[in-house]
Structures are given as C-alpha cells and as structure tokens.
C-alpha cells in the first residue's frame, strides 16, 4: 500500500520527453520483455521476472534510476519460495496504475488474475 505522503506526489516524471523516450527504449523495454506474468493490484501491478542473479540486478538498477525521476512510485520487489521468479511491483497513489497500464505493463504478457500464483 502506498505511502500517504507517495500519494500525494504528482504523476509526473521529471525527466524530459526525449529522455522518457530514450529510457524507455534503452531499459524499460528490454527488462520488461523478460517478465513472464502480469497480476493487477488494488493500486498498480506485479511482474514476475525470472529469478537468475543478473537479472535480478537489472531489476535493481530500474529501481535506483527510477526512484530518482518518478518519486510517486512505491517499488517493491519479492521473493517468493522456491525462489523461481522475482516479482516487481509498482504501486502509488491515485494516477499511478493508469500510468503504469500505459508504460510497463502495456507489453504483452499473460495476465495473471488478482489472488491467484502463476502456474510454475
């Protein structure tokens, strides 16, 4: 659940147009097209990654770079036994899932229904 002071940070990403562009193609795009699953929450969403050592430092180095132009994100990442997938999720306040549903996770992957685990 997002923070009361996160949700009161405005949509917006400090970053300019062409820098959004950039990062978008340069990372955002590359790292998100190794997400196995989707799973909507009440406020944002959760990708499964799988769980080798490089790309869980991928997933790490989004969060740094992330954090620092788009504060309204609260990020977390978990690791669910037997450890075979990594979950991100991205959360916040009012704004923030219709953001992500237009960045992140508009790519293509299976969606996985609020409550229940992927199939492993």
Avoid: N
Avoid at 44 to 53: I, L, M, N, Q, S
């Amino acid at each position: 659940m997002a923070s009361d002071l996160a949700s009161d940070l405005p949509v917006a990403c400090t970053l300019s147009a062409a820098d959004q562009r950039a990062r978008g193609e340069d990372v955002a795009a590359p790292l998100f097209a190794r997400a196995q699953h989707l799973q909507e929450v009440r406020d944002g969403y959760r990708f499964a990654f799988p769980a080798e050592a490089d790309g869980v430092r991928d997933l790490l180095e989004f969060i740094l770079s992330e954090r620092a132009c788009c504060p309204f994100f609260t990020f977390e990442l978990s690791f669910a036994s037997p450890h075979q997938s990594v979950w991100l999720t991205l959360r916040g306040g009012e704004g923030v899932k219709e953001f992500i549903a237009g960045s992140f996770a508009a790519l293509d992957m299976p969606l996985v229904r609020a409550g229940a685990e992927p199939a492993r």
